[in-house]
């Protein structure tokens, strides 16, 4: 079964960086677009970008464009999500997430990032 | 982008009774492809989401056959025929028939 682990959240304050990564196994990760989905406190979920096979095309919600770089290294079998000029609004736990055509079938646990002076 | 409007937001269960969730889109979910893209996903507390339903009514890998996923076009419904204790928590319909991806605001299951 596909098994994907996030880490990287820590907490940081506003207009910095951070590098998150999402470890995956299980599955032949070449065969799937990825995404990042987030959650803030006590709030619902929220799409925030996906990368397709080959990280050759990459979409993001508009807040985070210009901000935010996904990538993945296939011999890794690794997704990353690059967060920069960070807004406590980012505040969030960050799932990743394995795509299939018009959803995600698997999640990770999810790595919580705070942004906070 | 394209709304997803959930109804109710809290539902009060009682264990063996049916349960229903109502999931409205601001546009037609058809693609051009044929398939509607709509799923359900469920968050027990303090665990990551889970995918229960896509494409209106397909259940995914292990997901009990209590759960069922029904509806066309802007309307869909998630139904439990038999809640059970472990169905605590809080769902959530989603559009993936284009970017950005859209989820409604959650329903929250509870005994």
């Known amino acids: 079964e596909a098994q994907l682990v996030e880490s990287g959240g820590v907490l940081v304050h506003p207009g910095g960086s951070l590098r998150l990564s999402c470890a995956t196994s299980g599955f032949t990760f070449t065969d799937y677009w990825m995404t990042w989905v987030r959650q803030a406190p006590g709030k619902g979920l929220e799409w925030v970008a996906t990368?397709?096979?080959?990280?050759?095309?990459?979409y993001y919600m508009d807040s985070v464009k210009g901000r935010f770089i996904i990538s993945r290294d296939n011999a890794e079998k690794s997704l990353f999500l690059q967060m920069n000029s960070l807004r406590v609004e980012d505040t969030a736990v960050y799932h990743c997430?394995?795509?299939?055509?018009?959803?995600?079938?698997?999640w990770g646990q999810g790595t919580r990032v705070t942004v906070s002076s | 982008d394209i709304v997803m409007t959930q109804t109710p937001l809290s539902s009060p269960v009682t264990l063996g009774q049916p349960a229903s969730i109502s999931c409205r889109s601001s546009e037609s979910l058809v693609h051009i492809d044929g398939n509607t893209y709509l799923s359900w996903l469920q968050q027990r507390p303090g665990q990551p989401p889970r995918l229960l339903i896509h494409k209106i009514s397909n259940r995914f890998s292990g997901v009990p056959d209590r759960f069922s996923g029904s509806g066309a076009g802007t309307d869909f419904t998630l139904k439990i025929s038999r809640v059970e204790a472990e169905d605590v928590g809080v769902y959530y319909c989603m559009q993936g028939k284009q970017l950005p991806w859209t989820f409604g605001q959650g329903t929250k299951v509870e005994i």
């Open positions: 990368i397709d096979f080959d990280g050759s095309d990459t």
């Open positions: 997430g394995r795509v299939i055509t018009g959803a995600s079938d698997y």
